[in-house]
């Protein structure tokens, strides 16, 4: 059975950094897309970031790229996102999703699309205070 379970959700205030754990079971995470999303009240959840099985590329919203960096450690099998910077605008809960082990897209912005992953867990609160 897959499972992810993800951790390091806190309060923080505006300008500090949080690093957010994805703990995979049943699956490696070498041999999967691993990707972290976010929804806040009221609003749709979005792709954060993806870490791929090709090459290890990575992808980043917009909104987070410069401050935050996704890693994949293969022995720990988990998935980190560092998150540098914040502001009230990252409120969220956070959940990483897994899709593999294939390829999932030639297209880039397929990586962040919550409808293409399958595995999920079960989201870890970031708030941030300003």
Partial sequence: EVQLVESGGALV??????????????LDVD????????QAPGKEREGVSCISIANDKSYYAKSVAGRFTIRRDIKENKVYLKM???????TAVYFCAAVGPFRLSPLASDYLRPQK????GQGTQVTVSS
Wanted: net charge negative; with cysteine; glycine share 10%.
């Fill in 13 to 26: 205030q505006a300008g500090g950094s949080l690093t957010l754990s994805c703990a995979a079971s049943g």
């Fill in 31 to 38: 041999e999967y897309n691993i990707a972290w999303f976010r």
């Fill in 84 to 90: 540098d910077d914040l502001t009230p605008e990252d």
């Fill in 117 to 120: 992953y399958r595995c999920w």
